[in-house]
């Protein structure tokens, strides 16, 4: 069993900055990559960032490349997405995913976090 827990949404400001994290628990024996996606009113869920944790390859989707950083620090289990420059069309659900191996038995499974509103408004 794993659970990935995620925090850090809240009501910004346009320029304002953010930091979500995600902790992942359970029988965890790798963790694969890790990436954050988010989901608007009415629009399809799109991934925003992502990163293999045993390189720290990091792939950034156009509209955050500059702006968003993902990081991991690997002794927690825990990625990060630092949010500078929010503009409000930022706006949305913000998830975290990852792929991960857990044990007993040896399983390499798709995971998800429950969501964290990220609201950016004048």
């Known amino acids: 069993q794993v659970q990935l827990v995620e925090s850090g949404g809240g009501l910004v400001q346009p320029g304002d900055s953010l930091r979500l994290s995600c902790a992942a628990s359970?029988?965890?024996?790798?963790?694969?990559?890790m990436a954050w996606y988010r989901q608007a009113p009415g629009e399809q869920r799109e991934v925003v960032a992502s990163?293999?944790?045993?390189?720290?390859?990091?792939n950034y989707a156009d509209p955050v490349k500059g702006r968003f950083t993902i990081s991991t620090d690997n002794a927690k289990n825990t990625v990060y997405l630092q949010m500078n420059s929010l503009n409000p069309e930022d706006t949305a659900v913000y998830y975290c995913?990852?792929?991960?191996?857990?044990?007993?038995?040896?399983?390499?499974?798709?995971?998800w976090g429950q969501g964290t509103q990220v609201t950016v408004s004048s």
């Open positions: 995913n990852a792929v991960i191996t857990s044990s007993g038995p040896w399983t390499t499974s798709n995971y």
């Open positions: 990163i293999i944790t045993s390189s720290g390859t990091t």
């Open positions: 359970g029988r965890i024996l790798r963790i694969n990559s």
